[in-house]
């Protein structure tokens, strides 16, 4: 078995050739290679000496993931569904933007969590990423996306952990992916750029702030732990006071930092004036010690298993004027890419029937052999 070059971060990488008898520097070469030029071949990697080419070509190999679908909406945002092995599948979301590009990118497959609104959540938990699946979904868009607009320069500009899965139940193959996306030698995102959003597994928390202290979405949907715990269950683990102690402590080194709380509106469980005043208190009493925050108010985006519906408009728009009348940033998230089953919360790529992942790939396979530029943005309707 050769190694896979996405698994690795660049001190990976340089421990890797190491192992090979090459310097550093090689490490570096190759890491731009592969992140900044999007190549898999090392018969490519024209700066190389042949002979570290061919001790390449024996011990290792840059795979991306088969893609099994890639849907593009009206809006211009495009879902690709990968396979990662066993009948699982993961999606990844390019959502373009005036000013930016973001990529939603997945962290497992399933999510142990179990969100009651969450569709991701419903399927369960059937694997981690590893650090290989999770750079592989950036890899590949950005690649892509050069490629089929003709251009050198980055294409994705932002990077959002909000994918399929809990990235901090993943943290060992997260952290690596991360400082892969952060490094000037990689995807040279700041780290205001690259956000990870978490239902709040607070002892990661702490890690993250110390290992690799990107921004922060916290899911945070209740404003108190009776109706968190019934919603998001890893509140009966780690209540309200305990996460917000964490997120003032992770702001503690960054003073121009902030935490972002996404609170999904359900019909009648989370959207009455009294939910929106007793979330001004909480973030009132902890931003006393030191919390600072905006709110993301995400419509939710039903669906049957579900049984909870969509806050009707005008009911969003009363709590997030509350919630700005008490002086908090807050915003109404757009969603994007609903006609492709590509919004938040709509992501389940858990393919069950291998048969049909099998025709998927046949498929994809097909598209494959059109030329990138061929595509030409087709619109689902
Ligand atoms: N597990 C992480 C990241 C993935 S979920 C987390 O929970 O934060 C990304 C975001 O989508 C979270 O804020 C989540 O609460 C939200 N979400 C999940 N299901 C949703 C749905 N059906 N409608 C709208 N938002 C949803
Ligand atoms: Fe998991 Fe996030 Fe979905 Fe909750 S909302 S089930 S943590 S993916």
Redesign the pocket.
């Known amino acids: 078995m050769t190694a896979n070059l996405l698994e690795f971060d660049l001190e990976g990488l340089a421990v890797f050739c190491d192992g090979l008898g090459e310097k550093r520097f090689r490490a570096t070469q190759l890491f731009r290679w592969i992140h900044q030029r999007g190549a898999s071949d090392f018969n490519q990697m024209s700066d190389l000496a042949k002979s570290l080419r061919q001790k390449l070509q024996s011990h290792a190999h840059i795979s991306a993931l088969p893609v099994i679908s890639q849907h593009i909406s009206s809006d211009g945002t495009i879902k690709w569904l990968f396979d990662v092995g066993d009948g699982n599948a993961i999606e990844s979301v390019f959502i373009p933007e005036d000013d930016r590009g973001t990529l939603c990118v997945s962290s497992q497959a399933g ?5 009651r ?2 569709s ?2 419903h399927q369960g938990f059937s694997r981690n990423l590893t650090t290989g699946e999770i750079l592989a979904q950036l890899w590949f868009a950005e690649h892509f996306l050069r490629q089929h607009l003709k251009t050198d320069e980055r294409v994705i500009s932002n990077v959002v952990m909000m994918g ?3 990235p901090l139940q993943n943290y060992s193959a997260l952290v690596p992916a991360l400082r892969t996306m952060l490094d000037d030698h990689g995807y040279g995102l700041s780290r205001r750029r690259v956000t990870v ?3 709040g597994v607070v002892p990661m928390m702490e890690r993250l702030s110390a290992d690799c202290p990107v921004a922060l979405a916290v ?1 945070l949907h209740a404003p108190n732990d009776a109706l968190r715990d019934n919603l ?1 269950p ?1 509140n009966r683990k780690y209540p309200l006071d305990e996460l917000m102690q964490t997120c003032i402590a992770y702001l503690a080194h960054a003073p121009r930092d902030f935490i972002t709380f996404e609170y999904c509106m359900l019909d009648g469980v989370n959207d009455q004036p009294e939910h929106a005043e007793q979330l001004i208190d909480l973030v009132q009493k902890h931003a006393r010690q030191g919390l600072r925050c905006k709110f993301n108010l995400i419509p939710f985006n039903p669906f049957p298993a579900s049984g909870l519906l969509r806050s009707p408009h005008a009911r969003v728009q009363a709590f997030a004027k509350k919630l700005q009348d008490a002086g908090l940033v807050t915003t109404i998230r757009k969603t994007r890419g609903d006609d492709i089953d590509a919004a938040c ?1 709509q992501l389940a790529g858990d393919v069950k029937d291998r048969t049909q992942v099998q025709t998927r790939i046949a498929q994809q396979r097909t598209i494959a052999l059109v030329p990138v530029s061929s595509l030409d943005y087709p619109r689902d309707q």
């Open positions: 999510c142990a969590v179990g969100c609104f969450c991701t959540g399929m899965g809990e959003s978490t239902s899911s998001v890893l919360g």
